[in-house]
């Protein structure tokens, strides 16, 4: 690598350090605006930033080592090729795991916010990546795969105001000529997600292997699971909540199949959907699997995943609990990116670099606005015993 690539890395890397630490100072100060020196610091930085990057990506262009690879990635960064010739398992996070181990970063990824100091750098996991994660972990988002309303947030992350809509009155009939006098509007309920920071620290040895690389994407792979599992927990926990304090419950009894026909009724016809789901824990599934219908038909489909022709989703935080209905008007939950931060200096001394993952997350429920009625789209079993 060339003196002049190895000194435009480094003054990059400390432009982004210093505009992290503006953010990062202002964020501590009750999230206040930024001052006009600080803001014209920030200014300088970027544009200093902009003025840098053609370079840096010309010379790596040119570095002569990645030029000796087709496209110019070396492969140790991309999965090493099997030995008996088949194909290498590809790769999810090679971008995100060449980040942690160089400081190495394409600039569209980068990402001036919540910092640490001390030479630390932000680093936003892109987006084509964490579409790779969810194919190689698609069970790791319950909400997500009951099809809950989903909104990505864009940085600065803020509360979001979503409109929770309840039916008017009953239409009436009325004579040719007459007409209603007086309104029957529907109501809007606003409910505001707030965010949450959902965070872990890892620490990594800087005297890497040349297997390290994909033990660290390993590594970065369990790190976005725990942070989405603890949102999750949360989630659910926040759900039960809700749905107990709305009344949105049906009386468990002894019979699983009539709690699960008992669940679906309770659904209004506005709410009724194909793609409605049940959510449910592996326990609460092992004991309902084998239940059958008045046709001695199982009433569970291993195929398909199904519990009377809906979608079964597993999550273990409902403990015992049976949840259905129609997430996507009954959940809305807001998330940010994934971040990460690298941390150059703190554990230096020990040859060792710090990463701290971490997502804001918040969510809301359709029961949080409407809180009394039998108008829910999502209802649960009163009892945690369901196989527990």
């Known amino acids: 690598m060339s003196t002049q690539l190895f000194d435009l890395r480094k003054e990059r890397q400390d432009l982004l350090a210093k505009a992290d630490a503006i953010t990062n100072k202002?964020?501590?100060?009750?999230?206040?605006?930024?001052?006009?020196?600080?803001?014209?610091?920030?200014?300088?930085?970027l544009d200093r930033i902009k003025v840098i990057t053609p370079t840096i990506k010309n010379l790596?262009?040119?570095?002569?080592?990645?030029?000796q690879f087709k496209?110019?990635?070396?492969?140790?960064?991309?999965?090493?090729?099997?030995?008996?010739?088949?194909?290498?398992?590809?790769?999810?996070?090679?971008?995100?795991?060449?980040?942690?181990?160089?400081?190495?970063?394409?600039?569209?990824?980068?990402?001036?916010?919540?910092?640490?100091?001390?030479?630390s750098v932000s680093y936003v996991i892109p987006a084509y990546e964490i579409e790779a994660f969810i194919k190689a972990y698609p069970n790791y988002d319950a909400f997500l795969n009951a099809g809950a309303t989903i909104y990505p947030t864009d940085f600065p992350v803020v509360d979001k105001k979503i409109p929770i809509l309840q039916a008017g009155s009953v239409v009436t009939t009325?004579?040719?000529?007459?007409?209603?006098?007086?309104?029957?509007?529907?109501?809007?309920?606003?409910?505001?997600?707030?965010?949450?920071?959902?965070?872990?620290?890892?620490?990594?040895s800087e005297e890497f292997s040349e297997d390290a690389p994909q033990a660290l994407e390993a590594a970065i792979a369990e790190s976005i699971v725990r942070v989405a599992m603890s949102e999750n927990d949360a989630f659910t926990a926040a759900l039960i909540t809700s749905l107990d304090n709305a009344n949105a419950q049906i009386d468990t009894g002894l019979d699983y199949l009539q709690l699960l026909l008992r669940l679906q009724a309770a659904v209004p016809?506005?709410?009724?959907?194909?793609?409605?789901a049940f959510m449910v824990s592996r326990l609460s599934l092992a004991a309902i699997r084998n239940v059958r219908d008045?046709?001695?038909?199982?009433?569970?489909?291993?195929?398909?995943?199904?519990?009377?022709?809906?979608?079964?989703?597993?999550?273990?935080?409902?403990?015992?609990?049976?949840?259905?209905?129609?997430?996507?008007?009954?959940?809305?939950?807001?998330?940010?990116?994934?971040?990460?931060?690298?941390?150059?200096?703190?554990?230096?001394?020990?040859?060792?670099?710090?990463?701290r993952f971490w997502q804001r997350a918040g969510a809301k429920f359709?029961?949080?606005?409407?809180?009394?009625?039998?108008n829910q789209p999502l209802w649960m079993s009163t009892s945690t015993d369901v196989g527990s």
């Open 26 to 45: 202002c964020e501590l100060e009750n999230k206040r605006p930024l001052t006009e020196q600080e803001n014209s610091e920030m200014q300088t930085a």
């Open 60 to 67: 790596e262009a040119n570095n002569t080592l990645a030029a």
């Open 71 to 119: 496209g110019g990635k070396i492969p140790v960064f991309e999965g090493r090729p099997s030995r008996n010739g088949a194909p290498a398992k590809p790769s999810i996070f090679p971008d995100t795991a060449k980040f942690i181990l160089t400081g190495e970063m394409p600039e569209q990824m980068a990402y001036i916010g919540e910092g640490g100091g001390g030479g």
């Open 174 to 204: 009325f004579s040719e000529g007459a007409g209603p006098s007086s309104s029957q509007d529907a109501s809007f309920t606003p409910l505001t997600i707030t965010h949450s920071k959902y965070a872990l620290l890892g620490k990594f």
């Open 269 to 276: 016809p506005q709410f009724a959907n194909p793609q409605n």
């Open 294 to 355: 008045l046709q001695d038909r199982p009433i569970f489909d291993p195929t398909n995943q199904t519990l009377l022709g809906y979608p079964t989703i597993l999550n273990d935080r409902v403990q015992g609990r049976v949840i259905f209905g129609n997430f996507r008007a009954g959940a809305h939950i807001s998330r940010s990116p994934f971040q990460l931060l690298r941390i150059n200096e703190a554990y230096r001394e020990s040859g060792q670099v710090g990463v």
């Open 366 to 374: 359709y029961s949080d606005a409407i809180t009394s009625g039998s």
